[in-house]
């Protein structure tokens, strides 16, 4: 059964969110970012909704200690508004999905479904694009489809 890990300020969108999944996934939620980073460090999650305005910790803090970790779970981040700073974060650590606070929980569960059953595939499509951004290949860059689709064969 897969993990799902919910970092977010708001418990009544989160015990929404528990109640709706908990029939097909392992779901445990918090609400601060230290709590999310001993959590998602014992529990290893498959997918992580985070708000990226946690205390303690904020959430792209959080993602960036996670991702400098190691741990590279899926992300689906939330946030009120976007930043130039925010994008970009979340761009370096591969952010599956990035949702505004405002969204209604039905279409986060949603966003949720879709991001969990992702296949394998996708994160090797991750990896190949994560290798590529190393070696400085930009995605509007002449060519990239055709290098990527060869790392891919």
């Avoid at 779970?73 to 994008?87: K, M």
Wanted: glycine residues 4%.
């Amino acid at each position: 059964m897969k993990t799902i890990l919910i970092a977010m300020d708001s418990k009544l969108q989160s015990n929404q969110l528990i109640h709706q999944l908990s029939d097909r996934f392992c779901v445990v939620s918090c609400n601060d970012g230290e709590e999310a980073l001993i959590l998602a460090n014992q529990l290893r999650p498959d997918l992580l909704v985070v708000d990226l305005f946690l205390s303690a910790i904020d959430g792209v803090s959080l993602l960036e200690i996670l991702y400098q970790s190691g741990l590279r779970p899926r992300i689906i981040a939330i946030s009120p508004y976007l930043s130039d700073y925010v994008i970009s974060a979340l761009e370096r650590m591969h952010v599956n999905c990035l949702l505004r606070s405002s969204c209604e929980t039905q279409y986060l569960v949603s966003r949720i479904l879709d991001v969990a059953e992702w296949s394998d595939t996708t994160c090797l499509h991750e990896d190949i694009d994560h290798i590529l951004s190393v070696l400085g290949f930009k995605m509007n860059t002449s060519g990239y489809r055709i290098t990527r689709l060869a790392l891919e064969l």
